[in-house]
Nanobody, 115 residues
Framework: QVQLVESGGGLVQPGGSLRLSCAASGTIVSNNGMGWYRQAPGKERELVAVIISIGITAYGDSVKGRFTISRDNAKNTVALQMNSLKSEDTAVYYC?????????WGQGTQVTVSS
């Protein structure tokens, strides 16, 4: 069974940077796209960034210019470089993937931006 495991979360001061990584384990039939979502307390889960199979990316408005998504198809991993972090970026970040037409979610990694 395919699973997604996030890593790289933690505590960082405003203006700092973090890099999240998501690795897939198990047999991957096909990788149709991967991305990151986040959910802050009391808020709905929102799109952070996605990267589709041909390399096209899309970002949520609140992170444009600050976050960069990348992926390694050979390793079935996706990363999120987060720069110029703000307090409002504090959330649980979830890895998302579409493998062989099936949508999968990781368990999430906590990112806390605080001074």
């Amino acid at each position: 069974q395919v699973q997604l495991v996030e890593s790289g979360g933690g505590l960082v001061q405003p203006g700092g940077s973090l890099r999240l990584s998501c690795a897939a384990s198990g047999t991957i039939v096909s990788n149709n796209g991967m991305g990151w979502y986040r959910q802050a307390p009391g808020k709905e889960r929102e799109l952070v960034a996605v990267i589709i199979s041909i390399g096209i990316t899309a970002y949520g408005d609140s992170v444009k210019g600050r976050f960069t998504i990348s992926r390694d198809n050979a390793k079935n991993t996706v990363a999120l470089q987060m720069n110029s972090l703000k307090s409002e970026d504090t959330a649980v970040y979830y890895c998302n993937a579409n493998f062989g037409g099936s949508v999968l979610w990781g368990q999430g990694t906590q990112v806390t931006v605080s001074s």
